[in-house]
């Protein structure tokens, strides 16, 4: 059974950096692609990025691109999202969530993490 478990979100100030976790307790094909949406109040959630287990290529979305870079570690069934120079328009919940094939449509991933609060102060 797939879950994902979301870790490291928190208040940062405009310029910094922090690191989201997220651990996938029942890795398999069904989640070769995992990534990072997120929402802000009163908008849609979207894209952030996405890497492919399999192939090790990622995918960005273009106002984070140059800022965040994401990772995976498979010893640990783990994808990191390492953001830099922060900015107070990133300000949001961030899910991780996974499905077999790539997309940047959060309707047709399959797995959710439960969310963790990003917020940039400026």
């Known amino acids: 059974q797939v879950q994902l478990v979301e870790s490291g979100g928190g208040l940062v100030q405009a310029g910094g950096s922090l690191r989201l976790s997220c651990a996938n307790s029942?890795?398999?094909?069904?989640?070769?692609?995992m990534g990072w949406f997120r929402q802000a109040p009163g908008l849609e959630r979207e894209f952030v990025a996405v890497v492919s287990w399999s192939t090790g290529r990622t995918y960005y979305a273009d106002s984070v691109k140059g800022r965040f870079t994401i990772s995976r570690d498979g010893a640990k069934n783990t994808v990191y999202l390492q953001m830099n120079s922060l900015k107070p328009e990133d300000t949001a919940v961030y899910y991780c969530?996974?499905?077999?094939?790539?997309?940047?449509?959060?309707?047709?991933?399959?797995?959710w993490g439960q969310g963790t609060q990003v917020t940039v102060s400026s």
């Open positions: 969530a996974a499905r077999r094939f790539y997309s940047s449509r959060p309707d047709e991933y399959d797995y």
């Open positions: 029942g890795r398999t094909l069904s989640t070769d692609y």
